[in-house]
């Protein structure tokens, strides 16, 4: 019985490959360079930004060591993020029946808290949620377990009694090494075929787990 459902933010909640598109376009554009948003799939979506940055410098050949590199990433992204970034579909719906129907709602982001609880505060959903467990608080990212068994923890619940909604490829296997069962929303990168079996479902958008949960 489901009784808690866990979040992912990036790809999910929000669209934030247009985002983490721009952040390298606009990284490179000053040297010449251009990254579509098809070389951006192949290559960056669904990881990490220190892994992006690292590949960049290296594959452009710019003139950054990683650290002044993911500051002025970083730098990027705030201008960016300032001016606002679309939640997905279906979101504040989702959101809203879980809270209503008696869930416990949870946030399992990669990200630094203060840039997700401002995301969140920007579209007025941070109340939404019961606990939040961010990338600091975890030794090990996705595809590791940590992050949800952490949430798991935090919501004071068994991981058979929760349900983790993901987007990536690592985001589905970090659920399923958990022992939770998973839903995948696929974003710009679908995982694997063979990721998205062990799913529990596969929908289009949020709007969709609604009707799995009203009947599961």
Do not use: W
């Not at 952040?23 to 010449?32: R, S």
């Not at 799939?41 to 594959?59: C, F, K, L, P, Q």
């Not at 003139?63 to 590199?69: H, I, K, N, R």
């Not at 939040?132 to 619940?157: S, T, Y």
């Amino acid at each position: 019985m489901t009784k808690a459902v866990i979040f992912d933010l990036d790809g999910l909640l929000i669209n934030s490959e247009v985002i983490s598109h721009q952040i390298i376009q606009k990284f490179v554009e000053p040297f010449g360079y251009e990254v579509t948003m098809s070389d951006y799939a192949d290559h960056y979506s669904g990881r990490s930004d220190t892994a992006n940055i690292r590949d960049v410098i290296e594959r452009f050949s710019l003139p950054y060591d990683l650290e002044s590199g993911l500051t002025r990433s970083r730098s990027i992204e705030a201008e960016l993020l300032a001016k606002g970034v679309e939640l997905k579909r279906g979101a504040k719906e989702l959101l809203e029946y879980a809270k209503t129907n008696g869930y416990q709602i949870a946030l399992a982001s990669s990200s630094t808290g203060e840039r997700a609880m401002s995301i969140l505060k920007q579209h007025d959903i941070a109340d939404y949620f019961d606990v939040f467990v961010f990338g600091d608080e975890i030794e090990r990212g996705k595809p590791h377990p940590d992050i949800f068994l952490k949430a798991c923890e935090k919501l004071g619940e068994q991981e058979a009694d929760c349900l983790v909604l993901e987007d990536s490829e690592a985001g589905v296997r970090a659920a399923l090494r958990a022992g939770i069962s998973v839903i995948c929303i696929p974003d710009l990168k679908p995982p694997l075929d063979e990721t998205l079996k062990q799913a529990s479902a596969v929908h289009e958008s949020l709007l969709d787990v609604i009707d799995y949960l009203k009947h599961n």
